[in-house]
């Protein structure tokens, strides 16, 4: 088995060096951030706190004590990439941040925040990470993003080929790619060539009968939810879509779809670089 491609990581200009972070707001949609209507996502009430350090995966560690991690972005799995969002993240320790919550607390006692630097040049933590190609987009256990203006944030970084998108999306249809990597979250791309709908889950096939390569399952509830966004067996199939989660091995590599935000119709973009 092939090893993974290694990943390119580019590590962008410090905070001093970025002329004002007022440029990501407005790419974000500006604030007030936008909320999808999911109860997982209703904002809680906004606090201020320092960034004491980083944990594992991303933690906040904040000054209060308390510990939070940033709603609505998949921290990296490689050590490179992994390496390179700390780096960005860690000078923006003791600046002052404006806390929103989002739901309740994990099993780890953390809450999922957005965080702003307060001052005069406030910057978005998830939303500077994203559009730097250091992390990717992803609701995570919810059922949608609670932004869904960070994803369209990953356009910039993706046509440059920044971090995280050095080696562009994994095609569906590479199923040597897709096994090597098992176990780990892959942002892929592919034509959805068949859609078999049965009662309990739907299976999105990427490769030819008989051939090897993705296929993406969408459980009964997530599917429903897909429907209810204008996603169907027929708006679906022949279509190009970009799809993110974690790759598991059955017959072939597998994705269950996690959300309805983890699957987009990329039609009419510059897909599957090469």
Not at 79 to 90: D, F, I, K, S, V
Not at 192 to 200: D, P, Y
Request: include cysteine; charge should be positive; proline fraction near 7%.
């Amino acid at each position: 088995m092939n090893p993974p491609p290694a990943i390119a990581t580019r590590r962008p200009p410090g905070p001093a060096r970025r002329g004002g972070a007022l440029w990501l707001l407005a790419a974000c949609g500006a604030l007030p951030f936008s909320v999808a209507a999911d109860e997982s996502c209703r904002p809680g009430a906004a606090r201020a706190d320092r960034l004491a350090g980083l944990g594992s995966r991303g933690e906040l560690i904040l000054a209060s004590g308390r510990r939070a991690v940033l709603s609505d972005l998949r921290w990296p799995d490689e050590p490179e990439a992994e390496a390179a969002a700390r780096a960005w993240l860690l000078p923006f320790r003791d600046r002052p941040l404006a806390l929103t919550e989002r739901g309740g607390e994990d099993r780890w006692g953390r809450r999922r925040v957005d965080a702003v630097t307060e001052g005069t040049e406030p910057a978005d933590l998830a939303g500077g990470l994203i559009a730097a190609g250091l992390v990717h987009a992803d609701p995570g256990e919810a059922d949608t993003l609670c932004r869904p203006s960070l994803r369209a944030l990953e356009a910039a970084p993706r046509a440059a080929g920044l971090g995280l998108w050095g080696a562009g999306a994994v095609e569906a249809s590479d199923a040597a790619a897709l096994t090597a990597r098992a176990g780990r979250f892959t942002v892929t791309e592919g034509r959805i060539l068949h859609v078999g709908e049965r009662s309990a889950r739907t299976y999105l096939d990427f490769a030819p009968r008989g051939a090897q390569g993705l296929t993406v399952t969408v459980q009964k509830r997530t599917w429903r939810r897909l429907a209810e966004h204008g996603l169907s067996a027929a708006t679906l199939k022949g279509r190009l879509v970009r799809v993110r989660g974690t790759v598991e091995i059955g017959r072939g590599p597998v994705i269950d779809l996690g959300s309805r935000d983890a699957i987009e119709v990329v039609e009419g973009e510059r897909a599957l670089r090469r």
